[in-house]
């Protein structure tokens, strides 16, 4: 569960949850330096009985029970067609490793925040059952190992809470797009992304996924890499263009007006090959109708491939029926045979295509 404090919103950590950690500071991330992050609790309590008698995983169970509860007269509309599940720091299925709370500066790298005691005892335990005790030469695969489970597990209780309703649910994974030209990748190892060259650290996220039937939201998909300075080592749509065939959804994650932003959005939809695409677009759209309602119907059908309105829902996949229950569970083995490189979806010549004209200019 996440709790956040920025400019744009306050949603602080209840005082219940902050009285605990008065006496128990080890439920909050910390960082290599001893400093706590009050905005998150670690993902070394999900199971373990510290919060008033529960786990973590229980009160978020509880919550999303509870929050069906107050919603039900607007799924049973179908006002509702998603549901955004919160796994971490903004949302994002992610370790808090860049906050700015604690002084961190874009590009920086982050660090890691797994060293509360919690955490330390999960990792070291799992360490020595493969035979590798010492534990600091498998933190990045204990790390998104860790990262898995939680998703899986939280996932799984929003499947039970929101069984039976016309909704899918969706989980957010972050846009770490700086240090990716790096061979290194340092910005993504910190946030729990074990991705390189040569492994894929996304793929195993969206097969976690796809057993709870959810879609995928990805940050960082109208930016260029031109927009960063070159210390940053920015490369977003490098980035996006890695793991493009494992996303099921798109999130538009800033206003933007640049054109040509927009036309680098309507290029990487896909209504088919993948089971659900969806961009989530803010206020820019305010922006299009007050100025150019000629651009936004080209944006529009931009978005669609250029084709026709469809009254078939089911030709492009979709239909939207009740939740489905979640899949058997994956064991985190088979998980991780997705970090081997994939062949991306080939062209499809009907829903693919370049976009020019009205929108790139």
């Known amino acids: 569960m996440w709790w956040e404090c920025r400019r744009c919103c306050n949603h602080p950590t209840p005082q219940w949850?902050?009285?605990?950690?008065?006496?128990?500071?080890?439920?909050?991330?910390?960082?290599?330096?001893?400093?706590?992050?009050?905005?998150?609790?670690t993902l070394g309590v999900d199971n373990r009985c510290l919060l008033s008698g529960r786990t973590a995983v229980e009160i978020y169970s509880d919550y999303m029970k509870s929050f069906r509860e107050n919603i039900a007269d607007f799924l049973e509309t179908g006002l509702i067609i998603d549901i955004e599940v919160g796994l971490g720091p903004a949302g994002e299925?992610?370790?808090?490793?860049?906050?700015?709370?604690?002084?961190?500066?874009?590009?920086?790298?982050g660090e890691f925040q797994c060293y509360?005691?919690?955490?330390?005892?999960?990792?070291?335990?799992?360490?020595?059952?493969?035979?590798?005790?010492?534990?600091?030469?498998?933190?990045?695969?204990?790390?998104l190992n860790k990262?898995?489970?939680?998703?899986?597990?939280?996932?799984?209780?929003?499947?039970?809470?929101?069984?039976?309703c016309k909704l899918k649910l969706a989980a957010k994974v972050s846009g770490i797009h700086w240090w990716y030209k790096a061979d290194?990748?340092?910005?993504?190892?910190?946030?729990?992304?074990y991705n390189l060259k040569d492994r894929d650290g996304y793929r195993p996220i969206a097969r976690m996924l796809s057993r709870h039937h959810a879609i995928l939201n990805f940050t960082c998909l109208e930016m260029r890499d031109s927009e960063q300075s070159a210390d940053a080592k920015s490369a977003p749509r490098n980035l996006f263009s890695?793991?493009?065939?494992?996303?099921?959804?798109?999130?538009?994650?800033?206003?933007?007006?640049?054109?040509?932003?927009?036309?680098?959005?309507?290029?990487?939809?896909?209504?088919?090959?993948?089971?659900?695409?969806?961009?989530?677009?803010?206020?820019f759209v305010d922006e299009l109708l007050q100025t150019n309602l000629n651009l936004f119907k080209t944006f529009v059908k931009k978005m669609h491939a250029d084709q026709d309105y469809c009254p078939d829902p089911e030709k492009y996949n979709h239909h939207l029926g009740p939740l489905e229950q979640s899949k058997p569970e994956i064991s985190i083995e088979h998980l991780l045979e997705a970090t081997k490189a994939e062949d991306p979806f080939p062209w499809d010549k009907e829903t693919d295509m370049k976009v020019s004209g009205g929108l790139l200019f």
């Not at 299925?93 to 790298?109: A, D, K, M, N, T």
């Not at 990262?147 to 069984?163: R, T």
Request: hydrophobic share 35%; charged share 30%.
């Open 147 to 164: 990262l898995l489970s939680h998703g899986d597990q939280i996932l799984d209780e929003a499947n039970k809470a929101f069984a039976g």
């Open 93 to 109: 299925l992610r370790y808090p490793s860049y906050p700015e709370s604690q002084g961190w500066v874009f590009p920086g790298i």
């Open 184 to 193: 290194n990748h340092a910005a993504e190892l910190t946030a729990g992304y």
């Open 242 to 283: 890695s793991l493009q065939h494992g996303c099921a959804g798109f999130e538009w994650r800033l206003e933007r007006k640049h054109r040509s932003c927009r036309g680098k959005c309507t290029f990487k939809r896909r209504p088919t090959k993948i089971e659900d695409v969806r961009s989530d677009i803010p206020s």
């Open 116 to 143: 509360d005691k919690y955490l330390q005892a999960d990792f070291k335990e799992a360490a020595t059952a493969v035979g590798h005790p010492e534990w600091e030469e498998v933190l990045l695969d204990l790390v």
């Open 17 to 41: 949850v902050l009285d605990i950690g008065e006496s128990d500071p080890d439920i909050f991330y910390t960082n290599l330096k001893g400093n706590r992050n009050p905005e998150y609790l």
